[in-house]
């Protein structure tokens, strides 16, 4: 059993900062893909930020140069720091992941809690 853990999140005023967190416990080989999404009131979940096991990063265009995706393999937690955040940045963000279950190459993929993140203009 995998579980995902988010913390982090909160209300921060426009041009602030978040560090978002997302813990990986239980059965864990290794961590592969890791990726952060968010759903604003009213609309789909988009994708926001991706890192492969190999450390490769990937972000959707309107939040480049402003977050940052890291993994700590030691802890199997990976972060979405959030600087210059935006009115339009609000929503609940969710962290997925692809698990390796054992050297067989089994995974598990799974959703965390999600948590809010509100940014006042």
């Known amino acids: 059993q995998v579980q995902l853990v988010q913390s982090g999140g909160g209300l921060v005023q426009a041009g602030g900062s978040l560090r978002l967190s997302c813990a990986a416990s239980?059965?864990?080989?290794?961590?592969?893909?890791m990726g952060w999404h968010r759903q604003a009131p009213g609309k789909q979940r988009e994708f926001v930020a991706g890192?492969?096991?190999?450390?490769?990063?990937n972000y959707v265009d309107s939040v480049k140069g402003r977050f940052s995706i890291s993994r700590d393999n030691a802890k199997n937690t990976f972060y979405l720091q959030m600087n210059s955040l935006k009115a339009e940045d609000t929503g609940v963000y969710y962290c997925?992941?692809?698990?390796?279950?054992?050297?067989?190459?089994?995974?598990?993929w799974g959703w965390g809690q999600g948590t809010q993140v509100t940014v006042s203009s």
């Open positions: 890192i492969t096991k190999s450390g490769s990063t």
């Open positions: 239980g059965t864990i080989y290794s961590i592969n893909e």
């Open positions: 997925d992941a692809e698990v390796g279950l054992s050297a067989s190459g089994s995974t598990w």
